[in-house]
């Protein structure tokens, strides 16, 4: 109890004798876990993005005329039964005329000069995951009655690239704000090392250890991390608040994130602060602790 009661009362002297540089150390906390919480949510709206983009590529089989219900229906089965497909709808040829209609309008050249018997029938296959195109592809392939397959091949393999690029981008965004937060909180606690370094020389001269010094920094470096991490997630929901919310009006045919996304990184964000806190005290004090 008397150890805990000197490790508090070393804490708080600590902050208040050194309040610029706490104030500096928790500036550096919120700004590094603030930029942190950015790429995370980021992140979460690019992959509401692909979500919503990628649940749209469908996989399109296209039926010659004289194809027969019994043909039809196997086709139909073979399909449905593929664990890649997680839905098959039939569009029969009025359907793919209104659908052109809906397009193009009633008045344009193409839907003018056509007739419904124009447009063929078809299976339009939604997928699982976008990327297994290839297999319905490759089951339909050879199979009487078929037409041909739109498979909107380059669009899903841009399209995969791309996200595939947006995703990688802003995981290593994260990691080097985490980074640059570790180095930033280490300068700033070495920097309250520095100014101390008389009272730690005199603590290690009249038998101090090593971890009695140490532990009231470490706190410290806690309380800085969490003091940031708070304030950090405290302007996310404000921002969130002032720039998204606007825009699930003006702009409805985007996915935008909600306020439980902000809230799921919460816990990462916390455990961020304290996690680089503690790393970058410990790095800070070997140099005046080895002496």
């Known amino acids: 109890m ?3 009661d000197y490790y508090f009362r070393e804490t708080v002297t600590g902050l208040r004798r050194n309040g610029l540089v706490v104030f500096a150390a928790i500036s550096t906390a919120f700004i590094a876990l603030l930029l942190l919480g950015m790429a995370l949510l980021i992140r979460q709206e690019v992959d509401l ?26 086709l139909n089965e073979l399909l449905t039964g593929l664990s890649v497909v997680s839905e098959v709808a039939y569009e029969s040829k009025e359907d793919a005329y ?11 050249a193409i839907i003018a000069n056509v007739s419904e018997d124009a447009f063929p029938a078809s299976f339009r296959v939604k997928l ?28 899903v393999d841009r399209l995969l690239a791309v996200t595939s690029l947006f995703r990688d981008g802003v995981l290593i965004l994260a990691f080097v704000m985490l ?19 008389r009272e730690i020389g005199i603590m290690k001269l009249v038998g101090a250890t090593n971890w009695r010094i ?24 404000v921002a969130k608040t002032i720039f998204i919310d606007p825009l699930y009006d003006s702009i409805q045919f985007v996915k935008w994130i909600q306020t439980s996304d902000v809230l799921a990184t919460i816990p990462l964000m916390l455990i961020a602060g304290v996690v680089v806190s503690l790393a970058a005290s410990v790095l800070a004090m070997r140099r005046f602790l080895d002496v």
């Open 2 to 4: 008397a150890r805990l």
């Open 179 to 197: 980074i640059a937060s570790a180095i930033l909180i280490a300068n700033t606690v070495r920097m309250g090392l520095f100014a101390r370094r």
């Open 98 to 108: 209104e659908r052109a209609v809906a397009l193009f309008g009633q008045e344009s």
């Open 128 to 155: 699982t995951e976008p990327e297994d195109y290839k297999v319905v592809v490759a089951a339909v392939d050879g199979q009487p009655g078929i037409l041909r397959v739109s498979a909107q091949q380059e669009v």
């Open 214 to 237: 140490r532990v009231p920094f470490l706190i410290e470096g806690v309380i800085e991390g969490l003091v940031g991490a708070a304030l950090a997630i405290g302007v996310l929901f």
């Open 49 to 74: 993005i692909i979500a919503d983009t990628t649940g749209r590529v469908e996989v399109v089989v296209y039926l010659q005329d004289d194809l027969g219900q019994d043909a039809q229906q196997r």
